[in-house]
């Protein structure tokens, strides 16, 4: 289960990331950490903004409510979010999930 932490400011927690993949898209959880896999190299800070511009959009939050706290040459971050609860978080992931193994299973 993705450990979320949650402040005055919002919430935190980690993202494991996976650059240059086919798509953006949620793939599940990894070790305590939600697994995003992007389309875009590490290269020029292109992979954190669109790590954050997915994540804004996947939570529905505005792309300045959405902060890397941690991690920004490594593949784990810590993510800051603004103005999203603990149940979007978890849904987004295991909509995702599901969503994957769906197609993994056809």
């Given at each position: 289960m993705i450990e979320i932490r949650e402040s005055q400011g919002g919430l935190s927690f980690l993202v494991r990331v996976q650059p240059r993949a086919s798509r953006n898209e949620i793939d599940g959880e990894w070790q305590g950490a939600l697994r995003?896999?992007?389309n875009v190299p590490p290269v020029e800070g292109r992979a954190n903004e669109a790590l954050r511009r997915f994540l804004a959009d996947c939570l529905n939050v505005p792309l300045a409510a959405v902060k890397?706290?941690?991690g920004q040459r490594g593949r784990l971050k810590r993510i800051e979010v603004r103005?999203?609860?603990v149940e979007q978080?978890?849904?987004v992931a295991s909509s995702h999930a599901k969503n994957h193994m769906t197609t993994i299973g056809n």
């Open positions: 995003v896999r992007l890397i706290a941690a103005g999203a609860k978080i978890r849904a």
